[in-house]
């Protein structure tokens, strides 16, 4: 079973940082896209970033643009997301998931996804 395991998620203040994790398990993450998303309340889930099994990155979110980054260990099976000067808007769960080699182009969809892990930002 290929399963996508997030944490990091925390309550942290505006302007502080959270580092996400996203685990693969059943699998190994070297030859996926691992992308992260976020849902807030009331809101549809968007796309942040992803990278790519070649580590190519892509930002889908203006808003995250210089604050997040997105990075991969592959020895330890882990995409990681890096969330600085964080803002109460924010405030989501956040998901990983996954898609074969590409964050775009030539792949399919993200047919993998984690349970999410909750950040909340307090202004």
């Known amino acids: 079973q290929l399963l996508l395991v997030e944490s990091g998620g925390n309550l942290v203040q505006a302007g502080g940082s959270l580092r996400l994790s996203c685990e693969a398990s059943g699998f190994t993450l070297d030859s996926y896209a691992i992308g992260w998303f976020r849902r807030a309340p009331g809101k549809e889930r968007e796309a942040l970033l992803c990278?790519?099994?070649?580590?190519?990155?892509?930002d889908y979110k203006d808003s995250v643009k210089g604050r997040f980054t997105i990075s991969r260990d592959n020895a330890k099976n882990t995409v990681y997301l890096q969330m600085n000067g964080l803002k109460p808007e924010d405030t989501a769960v956040y998901y990983c998931a996954g898609r074969e080699n590409y964050c775009s182009g030539r792949t399919g969809p993200y047919d993998y996804w984690g349970q999410g892990t909750q950040v909340t930002v307090t202004s």
């Open positions: 990278i790519s099994s070649g580590d190519v990155r892509v």
